[in-house]
Every structure is written in structure tokens, then in C-alpha cells.
């Protein structure tokens, strides 16, 4: 079983969108490299032809153009992909991963080269969003409510003064604890 997460950029709108391929329609995307482009009418949104541009693996290393395989390997590297450098010119031992897809890939990322724009239908969440916002307002007024009560009754009540232990009382305490 064959399953891959394909991130889908647009460079037109600017946007990406997020497909879940699984099993026949997966297993075309085995043995491409970076940079190999397909047609992905089988994706379900449209006749497009798309390039590969990268990916990770299933811990999420980065697939890497200049690492041929489908392994992971050590590189030392200045710059690229998988590389954050803090300094010009430094050089870094980073794990990537090969530039072949394979079994172990789950996420491909693709961008579209020519075709008519992308019709995805997205998910509403504004349902979501107002589960999320009404219970949060609920929450947060009784907690207002309850400080201020707790507030007008510590004003009521006069502090009970308390008393701080002595050495002394502290000895009377244990010789009475001990009878």
C-alpha cells in the first residue's frame, strides 16, 4: 500500500492545495526524480501537467536534487535545500534524503507548469471556527465574574492576622506531639 500527501503549487494565484494520493494512482509517481515533469489528470483537478520540485520522507528529511538515489545520505554542504546557515560560508553535516521517489516518501511537492487553473473545492470551516470561538467566550466570562465576587468579598472581610511560629512554640508543639 502506497500512499503519498501531494502539495500542489500555483504559481499563477499563488495558492497550494493538499491531495492525498493512495495506491494505483501513487504508484505513478514511483521512480521520478526531482525535476521530472508528468501529466496529473489522475490527481482529480483538471488536465494539468505538473513538475516535480521536492518532497520528504516518512521522519521528514528533505529530498535533495544533487543526491542521486532513493537513501538517505550525510552530505556537507554550504547552502540549499535542508540547510539553515547562520553564518556565509559555513559548512554543515546534514541527513537528506535522494532525489528518486520512492515507498518511503510521504509528502511530493509538485508545481503546475501549463494547464487551465485548478477548480479544488475547499472545505468550510467556518462551522469549525465558531465551535471554536463560542465556548472560549463562555469560558473566560464566568472566570471575570468569579474574580470580581472574590474581590468584593475579600474587601468585606477583614484580614485574620497569623501568627509566625517561634522557636519556642515550635518546641511546645513537639512536646506535646510526643505525649
Do not use: W
Not at 34 to 40: F, M, N, S, T, Y
Not at 110 to 118: E, N, Y
Request: proline share 3%.
Amino acid at each position: 500500500m502506497v500512499d503519498f500527501k501531494v502539495v500542489i503549487s500555483d504559481a499563477n494565484t499563488g495558492k497550494t492545495y493538499q491531495k492525498e494520493v493512495k495506491d494505483e494512482n501513487a504508484r505513478k509517481f514511483l521512480g521520478l526524480k526531482i525535476g521530472d515533469k508528468l501529466k496529473a489528470d489522475f490527481l482529480g483537478i483538471g488536465n494539468i501537467e505538473v513538475e516535480v520540485t521536492g518532497g520528504s520522507d516518512y521522519c521528514g528529511f528533505p529530498m535533495r536534487k544533487d543526491v542521486l538515489g532513493t537513501g538517505r545520505k550525510k552530505i556537507l554542504a554550504v547552502g540549499g535545500v535542508g540547510i539553515k546557515s547562520k553564518e556565509k560560508g559555513i559548512k554543515q553535516r546534514k541527513t537528506v534524503c535522494g532525489n528518486t521517489i520512492h515507498a518511503k516518501i510521504s509528502q511530493i511537492n509538485v508545481k503546475i507548469l501549463s494547464g487551465k487553473p485548478l477548480k479544488v473545492k475547499e472545505e468550510k470551516k467556518e462551522k469549525k471556527h465558531k465551535a471554536e470561538e463560542n465556548p472560549a467566550e463562555v469560558k473566560k466570562e464566568p472566570e471575570k465574574k468569579e474574580k470580581q465576587e472574590g474581590k468584593s468579598e475579600a474587601k468585606k472581610e477583614p484580614k485574620k492576622e497569623e501568627k509566625v511560629p517561634t522557636a519556642a512554640g515550635l518546641a511546645e508543639k513537639k512536646e506535646e506531639a510526643k505525649k
